[in-house]
């Protein structure tokens, strides 16, 4: 199960990344910043906050691969080293997301 959210996962971030730079060459007047929010859907990650919260990991190996720095650290304040679901935007050509909103991920009682 997990390692079909993880492949769907690298699937849909992949085709945004691609659709981001095709955007981006289409829009060079924009700045970064702005052709990323405005050209891109937030989507749903869940993965793991680092201890200081400046780096999200959507596997549960941890390589460097699968981490993403966060822009808005503050978000995640409090949930540190806690699995979370969060709204976001990727921008994958600096291997950074924006946070929109967290949702702390219950763990399963079996």
């Given at each position: 199960?997990?390692?079909?959210?993880?492949?769907?996962?690298?699937?849909?971030?992949?085709?945004?990344?691609?659709?981001?730079?095709?955007?981006?060459?289409?829009?060079?007047?924009?700045?970064?910043?702005?052709?990323?929010?405005?050209?891109?859907?937030?989507?749903?990650?869940?993965?793991?906050?680092?201890?200081?919260?400046?780096?999200?990991?959507?596997?549960?190996?941890?390589?460097?691969?699968?981490?993403?720095?966060?822009?808005?650290?503050?978000?995640?304040?409090?949930?540190?080293?806690?699995?979370?679901?969060?709204?976001?935007?990727?921008?994958?050509?600096?291997?950074?997301i924006q946070i929109l909103s967290v949702?702390?991920?219950?763990?399963?009682?079996?």
């Amino acid at each position: 199960m997990n390692k079909l959210l993880v492949t769907a996962l690298s699937l849909a971030l992949m085709t945004i990344g691609s659709a981001q730079a095709q955007s981006l060459s289409q829009s060079a007047a924009k700045s970064d910043a702005s052709a990323l929010s405005s050209t891109t859907r937030p989507i749903l990650i869940s993965g793991r906050v680092s201890g200081d919260g400046r780096h999200f990991s959507f596997d549960r190996d941890s390589d460097s691969d699968s981490e993403w720095n966060v822009s808005n650290a503050r978000a995640l304040k409090g949930h540190e080293g806690s699995l979370v679901t969060v709204k976001c935007y990727v921008d994958a050509t600096r291997n950074q997301i924006q946070i929109l909103s967290v949702i702390r991920v219950q763990p399963e009682v079996r």
